[in-house]
Antibody
Framework: EVQLVESGGGLVQPGGSLRLSCAAS????????MNWVRQTPGKGLEWVAN????????NYVDSVKGRFTISRDNVKNSVYLQMNSLRVEDTAVYYC?????????WGRGTLVTVSS | IVLTQSPDSLAVSLGERATINCKSS????????????FAWYQQKPGQPPKLLIS???TRESGVPDRFSGSGSGTEFTLTISSLQAEDAAVYYC?????????FGHGTRLEIK
């Protein structure tokens, strides 16, 4: 079955860290760009970061640059999002999504809540 | 690039036509290949977004043909020709012409 499954979300205090994981199956993960997209009730959908097939190319939205790091492991068919210096405004459901720009495969998301 | 959707919400009767618009702050048409770097997604409660249309008018495999995308440059439209109950959802537009990838704020479609 073609699927993406996120994990690692939870409640964290402002300034804290969290590492999200996304496990892929059923498609050629090592040939696919991967993305993280987040969704909040107030701001809607926001693309966060992406990574190319071998992990050498990475891009980030300005609001997370220097705080978040995307990485991948093509042996484990997984993509990760290390989130440091978390802020209240980072609270969202975080989805991983496959492909370069057109996201035709999404996970079900993991909720990150940043609150004291 | 800012995408502005209209309306914010609409209610349409079953079997009627629904039209959602998305306006871009700059052209999404590439002069290199004459393609618009634009997509539409559907999201139902508790589910992730689902890709409906890419390249402004190319329907994804399995998407009913009552869904169609049109437009070019800065103005785009998603049309549902004959609304079904299962089409109640929030619809988002997306541009992938230049980074960062951005989405519209969404249009909530309800059944009247």
């Amino acid at each position: 079955e073609v699927q993406l499954v996120e994990s690692g979300g939870g409640l964290v205090q402002p300034g804290g860290s969290l590492r999200l994981s996304c496990a892929a199956s059923g498609f050629s993960f090592s040939n696919s760009w991967m993305n993280w997209v987040r969704q909040t009730p107030g701001k809607g959908l926001e693309w966060v970061a992406n990574i190319d097939q071998d992990g050498s190319g990475k891009n980030y939205v300005d609001s997370v640059k220097g705080r978040f790091t995307i990485s991948r492991d093509n042996v484990k068919n997984s993509v990760y999002l290390q989130m440091n210096s978390l802020r209240v405004e980072d609270t969202a459901v975080y989805y991983c999504a496959a492909r370069t720009w057109i996201f035709d495969l999404w996970g079900r998301g993991t909720l990150v809540t940043v609150s004291s | 690039i800012v995408l502005t959707q209209s309306p914010d919400s609409l209610a349409v009767s079953l079997g009627e036509r629904a039209t959602i618009n998305c306006k871009s702050s700059q052209s999404l048409l590439s002069s290199a290949n004459n393609n618009d770097y634009f997509a539409w997604y559907q999201q139902k409660p508790g589910q992730p977004p689902k890709l409906l249309i890419s390249w402004a008018s190319t329907r994804e495999s399995g998407v009913p043909d009552r869904f169609s995308g049109s437009g070019s440059g800065t103005e785009f439209t998603l049309t549902i020709s004959s609304l079904q109950a299962e089409d109640a959802a929030v619809y988002y537009c997306q541009q992938y012409y230049s980074g960062p990838i951005t989405f519209g704020h969404g249009t909530r479609l309800e059944i009247k």
